[in-house]
């Protein structure tokens, strides 16, 4: 029995950091391209990285919506903020025995096992992104709405810190 659990541990281990260099290799080319301005050499893999159903699902949406910002697909930018903030509405509705069961999988292994969880910034920041794409769009309407929800956001968040 005891060698079944470590030959599984084992493999666990190597899967879950196998992922975790892939992750950080691309975080670290993606911090490159936008650095040096070269957003677009990234942002397909960024975006291709959002598509997968993986713990940092979240984190690769908001990324990729951010490279299509800067690579001047505003629509498609805008698209991902929602998607980004449908992920977010998700996780909220995600139970607290799946969340303790995350938490004990990152204590058997790493931190890369837990799902992105990014307080009240980021959900504050897909607003003001959005904001400021409708904004360029000329669509100051939709903007001020964006904005208003942004205060709303940040309001609840200070609320609860």
């Known amino acids: 029995m005891k060698t079944r659990f470590g030959w599984v541990a084992s493999v666990c281990a190597v899967a879950v950091s196998g992922c975790r260099t892939a992750d950080l290799d691309l975080m670290a080319q993606y911090a490159d391209g936008v650095a040096s301005g ?3 050499m990234v942002c397909a893999a960024v975006v291709e990285r959002a598509d997968e159903v993986s713990q940092a699902q979240l984190m690769w949406t908001l990324d990729a919506a951010a490279a299509k910002s800067l690579v001047g697909d505003l629509p498609e930018s805008t698209r991902l ?11 909220d509705r995600t139970g607290a025995v799946y969340r303790g069961a995350n938490q004990a999988l990152s204590f058997l292994s790493d931190d ?9 910034t980021e959900r504050t920041f897909c607003n003001i992104y959005k904001a400021q794409n409708y904004t360029a769009q000329g669509n100051r309407a939709a903007a001020n709405v964006e904005l208003n929800r942004a205060l709303v956001r940040q309001e609840r968040w200070l609320d609860v810190c």
């Open 38 to 40: 070269r957003a677009d």
């Open 112 to 120: 890369w096992a837990l799902d992105y969880d990014c307080g009240g």
């Open 81 to 91: 903020f929602d998607r980004a903030e449908d992920i977010l509405e998700e996780n």
